[in-house]
């Protein structure tokens, strides 16, 4: 089995038959590591039935399988992360928290992620990869079933289980775009990268319907907490089973060269020199700030602005109304689907015209991006419809660049600094971007509320007023794009003589 693009070390590994027990290649153990292959004997004997059971298990582990399922794995990250802001609504009346308390929710998750990124980000690069991201899914899945049955008195509680689960998933983000780097390259690597981060949105889209789905399904929103760990115990099972441990850098044939590793001092000083890639990562803080004060706050103002228009009353039951998330997270789907889509095919023909496409297709649709999100709060007073229109074409706009982001790194940073580089990307994004934009919206829709007298539009436009600054952050990561342009051939240069 092999796919155009693949790793040509990784694909030889399939060539030949696995019959008898005899091959003339290598062939690649459930560990990871290379094991000689037999040489054909007339005199070798058959295989048992263990030894036939793990031959057809290594013949399903093909580089498209292996992303398939890694793409998998990273729509349940997604999807378990904003479950939560599914049922927002159901959790603050629940704990009875104000906006910034409900804002904090996702606050610790993102910082617990981006603090822990760095450190898988230095594992990543030294040991098995499979192994850690197995564990990290393992461990999330647990602690997302158990915080479900925290009661309402332990709110400080609830949000600590929130912080563990970052720590687990952010194992997952950190070292699993390095694995579909050593996989494939050039077309095919941002094919398969495309796919992988269309995750985000998909999985983030999935989680609200989920947890929509499942509090109504049970009257109760706690079930919300208690599927995603089940297919994410299937996923890093999965994991274990089919996904190889390729060599750093055989993708782009660089493993015979690369002859010493060198210390992570001595790798955030190369990539803090690397002007593409600290311009590229200051533009992914941008994305993250608007995604994550979106992902968290949008449902609940569009449910606020249905009471001011009288076409829905105030939530007093014990039960929400989430039509507004199911909503929301079905446009999250099909924007993820169109935008990821639509990026790898406007960058592969813009390749044609200019080397520098990938900088500047980001930069177009983050600049797009914003005039339409600026509009949602001009209509959502008078149109949900008209609100939902502009959310669909800003946030596609703004899905664009996922993977290309991903592909700009793997262009101008060498294959064995790329898990400390894809986790360093995610520390300083969420620290600048989703790690306290959530909370900052809530702190100055508050503030707002008490300032003036409290009522449902009032209660409406103070969360819009703070919803707003994510227009300016977000033209700010286009200039950040456009910033990247200047370097990216001159980066992609060093990378390839190194």
């Known amino acids: 089995l092999s796919v155009s693009g693949a790793a040509p070390s990784f694909a030889a590994g399939f060539r030949g038959g696995i019959e008898g027990c005899s091959s003339s290649d290598e062939v690649r153990t459930l560990s990871g590591s290379m094991s000689p292959g037999l040489k054909s004997n007339p005199d070798l004997h058959p295989c048992k039935p263990g030894q ?34 599914g049922v927002l609504l159901d959790i603050q009346r629940h704990y009875e928290v104000s906006d910034s308390g409900i804002g904090l929710l996702q606050t610790v998750f993102i910082c617990s992620f981006m603090v822990a990124a760095p450190i898988f980000g230095y594992l990543g690069d030294r040991f098995n990869r499979k192994v850690i991201l197995s564990c990290g899914i393992f461990f999330w899945s647990i602690v997302t079933l158990l915080s479900s049955f925290i009661s309402k008195e332990y709110y400080w509680l609830f949000v600590l289980s929130r912080g563990l689960v970052g720590i687990g998933e952010s194992s997952y983000s950190s070292i699993s775009p390095t694995i579909i780097g050593d996989l494939f390259t050039n077309n095919s690597r941002t094919m398969m990268l495309s796919v992988f981060y269309l995750a985000i949105p998909l999985g983030s889209g999935l989680g609200y319907i989920l947890g929509a789905s499942a509090k109504v399904a049970a009257g109760d929103w706690h079930w919300a907490l208690r599927v995603s760990p089940l297919l ?165 706009l703004l899905f664009l660049n996922w993977a290309i982001t991903a592909d700009i790194l793997m262009f101008v940073v060498i294959p064995t600094r790329r898990a400390t580089a894809v986790a360093f990307q995610s520390f300083t994004s969420h620290l600048l971007g989703d790690a306290g934009s959530p909370y900052l919206i809530g702190l100055i829709s508050d503030a707002l509320q008490q300032s003036y007298a409290t009522s449902a539009l009032w209660r409406f436009l103070s969360l819009g007023y703070a919803l707003m600054l994510c227009p300016f952050i977000i033209v700010l990561g286009g200039m950040f794009f456009l910033a990247t342009a200047l370097f990216f051939l001159d980066d992609r240069e060093k990378a390839e003589k190194q």
């Open 52 to 85: 036939k059971f793990r031959a057809a298990l290594l013949r399903c582990r093909s580089p498209a399988a292996a992303a398939g399922i890694l793409s998998f794995g990273n729509v349940l990250n997604y999807m378990d992360r904003y479950t939560v802001a």
């Open 232 to 396: 994410g115990i299937t996923a890093g099972t999965l994991i274990l089973l089919f996904v190889p441990e390729p060599k750093r850098g055989s993708a782009d044939q660089m493993g015979g060269r690369i002859k010493t590793r060198t210390s992570w001092v001595c790798d955030m000083k190369a990539l803090a020199k690397n002007r593409s890639y600290v311009f590229s990562s200051l533009a992914s803080a941008a994305v993250s700030f608007a995604t994550g004060a979106f992902g968290m706050w949008i449902p609940l103002y569009l449910a606020r602005a249905q009471v001011v228009q009288k076409t829905a009353e105030a939530c007093t039951k014990e039960i929400c109304n989430s039509t507004d998330s199911m909503i929301f997270g079905a446009i999250t789907c099909v924007t993820g689907l169109l935008g990821v889509l639509i990026g790898a095919v406007t960058t592969r023909l813009c390749r044609q015209k200019t080397e520098r496409a990938d900088p500047l297709v980001c930069a177009v649709s983050m600049l797009g991006s914003a005039i339409f999100i600026c509009l949602i709060f001009v209509v959502a007073k008078k149109s949900i419809v008209g609100a939902y229109v502009c959310i669909f074409i800003g946030e596609t």
